[in-house]
């Protein structure tokens, strides 16, 4: 197959049937009344394949060259200075916070038993890290047709033992930056931009737009198959401060002091030389440690996806925007049973769903049986109220461990009366138009 070829010849062989290969066996299948709808979904060509191949052709495996591709065209898009690749969202909001118990953040550093504000209506991996540090989540209530934190109550949350926000943009939504920053800044707080369900969302703060999960001091991303793009599994921290910068890497590359890449070597000239907390003098800088870290380092093959998808991006966030407004406004015609979704003053929205919330006396539960039933898949706001989960039967049961700000009776809400559906790049009118038309019968039968 390969004879009188050289590796880069047999390697081109190989990438062009693979790009043939998906073409022919990966097509989309043409939607058809009656198939089911997802509420998400891949969207991809032959680019993510060959780039896939390419990298396990190379079979380096680890972190490498479309890792560091990837970091450095992730940050170019997003306006900001610093990106790392970390092996899933989840691992992101971990990493993120993580760095924020950083010794070398001095009197700022978060220390078991500090607070740090957040919210109860969404994914419990926003919260889990600040959990498993032994810091205590203070909720806080959130608003309709927004669904973000209701900022008149941080203030009431503020206590002399909060140290940091950690707050998601929900389904896409930003939240009320400029009052969450502002609020921050007043009291020397940290700001965690949760923004694994929104990027590519726009918002104008200080007459300058600018995406979210880079207003805050660090934002998060996740690129598991239904977010705004993929890798299959894998996320970002992303974040414009230096010394945050060195810390999340340290985070993620098992809490290591050195900065070099994997399979290099002395970088810095000084891997024999220095002093280490109580290591022998020169110890080799390799094995210096100056946090308790983890690996969480995604592969090149996932990076290799990344780049390939990151080309295709801004044309995701479009038909995100678009399929949501389609949505919008064929529903209309039931807003006064249904209260639909509005985006956050000062925002353009990368939309990454369509919530809906009953009004009194109609019936979510037999809603979304009929739209199951009738085809079209539905989600819940994540964990609904946090709180209420089994995770926390312990702690609710101690009265220990975390700390509520009034009833949350808005998140309360949410969990019995809200759901949403899809608005995913590979949605067409007849999707969008199915989709509303079942949500209607549902409504008025």
Known sequence: ??????ESEARQKILSEVAEYCRIYHKKKEYKK?????????????????????????????????????????????????????????????????????????????????????????????????LQYGAVPVFVDVTIPQYNINVEQLENALS?????????????NPFDLKSVKAFCDKHNLWLIEDNCDALGSVYEIDGVQK?????????????????????????????????????IRSMRDWGRDCICSSGRDNMCGHRFDKQYGELPLGYDHKYVYSHFGYNLKATDMQAAIGCAQLKKFPSFVEARRKNFAH????????????ILP???????????????????????????????????????LFAGNLTKQPCFDEMRKSGEGYRIVGSLEVTDRIMRDTFWIGVYPGMNTEMLDYMADTIIEAVEK
Not at 1 to 6: A, C, I, R, T
Not at 96 to 116: C, I, N, Q, W, Y
Not at 345 to 372: A, H, Q, R
């Open 160 to 172: 002399d033992k909060t140290r940091a926000v950690m707050i998601a943009h929900t389904l896409g």
């Open 327 to 338: 949505l919008s406004q064929r529903l209309q015609c039931v807003s006064e049973k249904l």
């Open 211 to 247: 995406f979210t999960g880079t207003i805050g001091d660090i934002g998060t991303s996740s690129f598991y198959p239904p977010h705004h793009m993929t890798m299959g599994e894998g996320g970002a921290v992303y974040t414009d401060n230096p010394l945050l910068n060195k810390i």
């Open 342 to 380: 509005e985006a956050c003053p000062n925002s353009n929205p990368s939309w990454f769903g369509f919530m809906i919330t009953c009004k009194e006396g109609i019936d979510k539960n037999k809603i979304v049986t009929y739209l199951e039933e009738h085809g079209v898949q539905t989600r819940m």
């Open 34 to 130: 009656g198939d089911r709808i997802s509420y998400a979904g891949r969207v991809y060509d032959e680019e993510e394949m060959v780039n896939l191949v390419d990298s396990s052709l190379e079979f380096w495996l680890t972190a490498g060259h479309y890792t560091e591709q990837f970091e450095k065209e992730m940050a170019e898009y997003l306006g900001i200075r610093y990106c790392a690749v970390v092996n899933s969202g989840s691992s992101a909001n971990l990493v993120a916070f993580m760095t924020l118990t950083s010794p070398l953040l001095g009197e700022r550093r978060v220390k078991p038993g500090d607070e740090v504000i957040t919210v109860a209506a969404g994914f419990p991996t926003t919260v889990t890290p600040i």
């Open 1 to 6: 197959m390969f004879e009188g070829m050289n």
